[in-house]
């Protein structure tokens, strides 16, 4: 069964930066398309980034600050996070699009001054 585990998150000033890495077990990371979620406070998961077979797309949101990226090599997924805002406070998850497995612990990112 493939597990995901994220890390990098943390508390940082608005403007800041982050990386977070997810990586996954299992045999099915490189064949298939992967994306970063999160979850706020009191609101719905939601999608924020894909990497699709080398194409990647992004939600409004966090489009031209967020950089999603892969290395298949090490089964791992990156999102370098850029110009956080207190609005991007949330638990930032990694999934598969299209053959969602059971999610990982997640990890926490607060923007605040």
């Known amino acids: 069964q493939v597990q995901l585990v994220e890390s990098g998150g943390g508390s940082v000033q608005p403007g800041g930066s982050l990386r977070l890495s997810c990586a996954a077990s299992g045999s099915i990371f490189s064949a298939n398309a992967m994306g970063w979620y999160r979850q706020a406070p009191g609101k719905q998961r939601e999608s924020i980034a894909r990497i699709i077979r080398g194409i990647t797309t992004y939600a409004d949101s966090v489009k031209g600050r967020f950089t999603i990226s892969r290395d298949n090599a090490k089964s791992m997924l990156y999102l370098q996070m850029n110009s956080l805002k207190p609005e991007d406070t949330a638990v930032y998850y990694c999934?598969?699009?299209?053959?969602?497995?059971?999610w990982g612990q997640g990890t926490q990112v607060t923007v605040s001054s």
């Open positions: 999934n598969f699009p299209f053959a969602i497995v059971p």
